[in-house]
C-alpha cells in the first residue's frame, strides 16, 4: 500500500493530523497523544524554541531514555529547521561533552524522571563545556515533573510570549534537505562522525520500508536509545511515515518489551538482532501472545538457526535487510516470503527504487560470486558528516556513489551476503582475512550463538585472529571441539588462535557487540 510521499518531517505530523486526527501518534504507560495533540503539541513548543531565540539550523540536545517527549521535541526542531541531537544517560561525561563540543547546542532538554545521578551528571557536563569555553549558555529545559534546580519546567519555557506568523514563516523556511538530526555513528569501528539526518531523504527511505514491509497504521515500539539514529529515525519515524503508532519503552528488558508487544498488539517490530536474540531466550517469550504480530524485522547484525526457528513459530512474517546511519535505514530487503536459509546467510537483494551495486577497487561491479564492496546511490543519502566549524563532507565519490566500506558477495539469486568490513580485514602471514567470514562459519556450529572475531599482533604471522563465542544456552560447548570443527572447514590462517567461551559479550548502547572493547582485552591479553 502506498504510503505519502512528501517533502518534510511535519508535512508527515500535518497530513495524518488531517486525515486520522484521533489515531494515537504516541503512547507511554497510561498517556496517549493523539496524532492532533501531537500537532498541537509540537507548534506550541516550537513557537517557544522561537521566541527563546532559537534560529533555523541551530541544535538543540535532548537528554534522557526512550521518552515521548524526546519525539516531541524532535518533531518541534523538524518543524523549524532546527538540529536534533539525543544524549543518552549510559554515555560517560566525556563521551557527552564530545557531542555537545561538536554539535554545540543552543537548548539543552532534559526528558522522563532523572535520578540524583543524571543529574550529576548534566551538572558535571555544563561546567566542563564552561570551562572549556566551547559553546555560549545553554538554556535547561526539564520536561518531566519537578524541574530541578537550573532547569526551567517545560510551562516556564512555553509561557514565553509566542507569535503564530513568526511559527508559519520559520515552518515555511524548512527545506526537504534541511538537516533534522545531528548523530554520532555508533562506533564500532573508528572515532564517532557526526551525520546529519535529513528531512526528505529520512522520510523516503521510510516511506519505501513502509511499503515493503507494513503498509499504513503499523502498531510498533520505540525503545532504542535517542542517541543514535534507533530511536528518533529507526523507531518513530518509521511507524509515523505510515500513520502509525508509537509505543515508547523507557528501560529495555527482554520482558519489558515482550509485556509491551502483548498489552499494545503490536502488528509490526523492528529491532536490532541482538536484542531479538535476548527477547528469544526470555522464559517470557513462550508465554507472549504473538496473535497480533505480522511481521518481524531485524538487521544490524546475523541471526542464528536456533533464533530463526523461534522466530517463525510466532507465526508473523520474517524479514531482515541491510542498511546503515549514512543511507537512513534499509538499502536491501530480504523477500517478502524468503526462505529460512535467505533469512540466515543473505540481507536480501537491493530495493527496487534503489542503485546498490558491489564494486571492485576500480569502482567496477563484480561478477556474482566475487567479493567487494557495497555502494549506494539513492535518494536517501544523509547529509554528509559535519566537522565543528560547521563544514560538510557528502561521504560521496565524484558519480555520487556512498562507499559504504562493507563487503559482500552476490549469489546467483541475486541475494547479497555480507562478508564484513573493508577496513576490517586483516592479514595474517600474508593472507587476508575477514573476520565476518570467521565469524559465520563458527557461528554454524550447532552449540554457538553468537562469535566475534577481533586480531591481534603476532610476532610470526604478522596479525592472528581471537574469536569469543556465546554458546547457545544449556549447551556443554568444549572450546577443542569448536576448534577442530573451524579447521575443517576454513584455511588454517583463518582459524582463530584462541576461543575464549563467554556467557555474554560487551554490548554498545545501539545494541551491537562493542567488538573494540573485546579487540583492546585480546591486545592486553597479546601483551601481557
Ligand atoms: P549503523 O549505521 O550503526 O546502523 O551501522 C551500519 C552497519 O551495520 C553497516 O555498515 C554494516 O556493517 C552493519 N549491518 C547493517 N545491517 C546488517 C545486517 N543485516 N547484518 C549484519 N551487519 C549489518
Known sequence: METPRLPRIGDYLDHFAEVQSDTVLVKQGPTAVTYREGRE?????????????????????????????ALLVFLACARVGAIFTGLAPKQQVDELAYICTQAEPRFLFVVGAIVAEQLEKIAALGSRLDREGKIGTVETIHCGADAPPGCLSLEQFEAEATDPEQLAAAAAAVEALDPAAVVFTSGSSGAPKAALLVHGPMMRSYSVQAEHWYGRRPVGVADLPINHLGFVADNCMTLMVAGGTINVLERWTPEGVLELLEAERFTFWWTQTTMLLLATRSPRWA??????????????????????????????????????????????????????????????RPHHEFEVRIVDEEGEPCPAGTVGEIVARTDTLF??????????????????????????????????????????????????????????????????????????????????????????PDRDLAAEDLDQFARERLANYKVPKRLHLREELPMLISGKVDSRALQRESEALVEG
Do not use: C, Q
Open 287 to 348: 508465554r507472549t501472545d504473538f496473535g497480533s504480530l505480522e511481521r518481524i524485522a531485524f538487521g544490524g547484525a546475523p541471526v542464528n538457526p536456533s533464533m530463526l526457528e523461534a522466530l517463525a513459530a510466532t507465526g508473523a512474517s520474517l524479514s531482515s535487510g541491510y542498511g546503515m546511519t549514512e543511507v537512513h535505514g534499509n538499502i536491501t530487503y530480504t523477500d517478502n516470503d524468503a526462505p529460512a536459509e535467505a533469512l540466515l546467510h543473505t540481507v536480501g
Open 383 to 472: 547529509g554528509g558528516y559535519r566537522d565543528r566549524a560547521g563544514a560538510v563532507d557528502p561521504g560521496r565519490d565524484e558519480e555520487g556513489w556512498y562507499h559504504t566500506k562493507d563487503t559482500a558477495f552476490e549469489r546467483e539469486d541475486g541475494n547479497f551476503v555480507l562478508v564484513g568490513r573493508k577496513d576490517h580485514m586483516f592479514k595474517s602471514g600474508g593472507f587476508n582475512v575477514y573476520p565476518r567470514e570467521v565469524e559465520r562459519v563458527l557461528e554454524s556450529h550447532p552449540d554457538v550463538s553468537i562469535a566475534v572475531v577481533v586480531d591481534v599482533p603476532d610476532p610470526t604471522w604478522a596479525r592472528v585472529g581471537h574469536a569469543y563465542v556465546v554458546p547457545e
Open 41 to 69: 503539541r509540537v507548534d506550541r513548543l516550537a513557537a517557544a524554541l522561537l521566541a527563546h531565540g532559537l534560529r533555523h539550523g541551530d541544535r538543540v540536545a535532548v537528554y534522557g531514555h526512550p521518552d515521548s517527549d
